[in-house]
Nanobody, 124 residues
């Protein structure tokens, strides 16, 4: 059974950087799509970025495109979300989610498996 575990969240000052990790175990296939979502307090969950096993990438949300990067290390079964120049409005719980085909989507209902989330707080 596929399991996702996020790590790397924490408290960071405005303008700071963080790298989040999503480590998978129990993959039945080497074909997948993995996305990061953010849920801010009192708001709906929204997609941040996605990557497929074929290396395709998508960054969602015009205001974050300039300072977000997604990458993967297949040898470690880990997907990373690098965020820089963080703003207070980017505070929230960050989740990674996976689908068992090389597909990216900004819609959370397209994903089959979710991690438990990691808290990111951007505050001075």
């Amino acid at each position: 059974q596929l399991r996702l575990v996020e790590s790397g969240g924490g408290l960071v000052q405005p303008g700071g950087s963080l790298r989040l990790s999503c480590t998978a175990s129990g993959f039945a296939s080497n074909r997948y799509g993995v996305a990061w979502f953010r849920q801010a307090p009192g708001k709906e969950r929204e997609a941040v970025a996605c990557i497929t096993s074929g290396g395709s990438r998508a960054i969602y949300g015009g205001s974050v495109q300039a300072h977000v990067a997604i990458s993967s290390d297949p040898a470690e079964d880990t997907v990373y979300l690098q965020m820089s120049d963080l703003k207070p409005e980017e505070t929230g719980i960050y989740y990674c989610a996976a689908v068992s085909r090389p597909y990216c989507s900004a819609d959370d209902y397209d994903y089959e498996t979710w991690g438990q989330g990691t808290q990111v707080t951007v505050s001075s």
